[in-house]
């Protein structure tokens, strides 16, 4: 696939179910990492995704380790509200993995830290109580900048 999201223990099944949809109507494949808050069979998640779920390119990992391990050498990007650079400084890569964190805590720390130069965030107001972004809308903004940056391979 030309672009891969990554959801780090995802929590809230609305939020998963509508980036599915994105995910499958950008042709992006989609990778969860447990711990999930909800089942895959969530109803609210299906309701969410639609009628998208069967075209969805989807993977499933017990933990960050494994992910990793199962995708060595691959290009990684980490979008934080702590990341170092606008996402828009970016240059995304065919084929490059987005992680993006679960929506009560982010990604995890030591990640963040030994990714550092890879963190990116998108900007918003200075103001600590507009702490972040839904999840969903996080990855739909990056997402369409990567492929917007890629010339919407196969897409029209
Ligand atoms: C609701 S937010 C988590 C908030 C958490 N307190 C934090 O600061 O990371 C869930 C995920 O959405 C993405 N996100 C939300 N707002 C963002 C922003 N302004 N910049 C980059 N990523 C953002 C990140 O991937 C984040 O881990």
């Known amino acids: 696939m030309m672009l891969n999201v990554v959801l780090v223990e995802p929590e809230i099944p609305q939020n998963t179910g509508n980036i599915a949809r994105t995910c499958a109507a950008t042709g992006t494949s989609l990778h969860l990492v447990k711990p999930l808050g909800f089942s895959i069979d969530d109803k609210h998640l299906k309701r969410a995704g639609l009628d998208y779920w069967n075209l969805l390119d989807l993977h499933v990992y017990e933990n960050l380790d494994e992910f990793f391990q199962k995708n060595e050498g691959s290009k990684f990007y980490f979008v934080t509200t702590k990341g170092i650079q606008s996402y828009t400084d970016f240059s995304f890569e065919e084929g490059a993995f987005l992680l993006f964190g679960k ?10 830290a030994k990714h550092r130069e890879m963190t990116m965030r998108i900007p918003m107001v ?19 900048e990567a492929l917007r940056q890629l010339r919407f391979p196969d897409l029209i």
């Open 103 to 112: 929506e009560t805590a982010g990604l995890p720390k030591d990640i963040l």
């Open 126 to 144: 200075e103001d600590e109580k507009a702490r972040s972004l839904n999840l969903s809308n996080s990855v739909a903004i990056v997402v369409y």
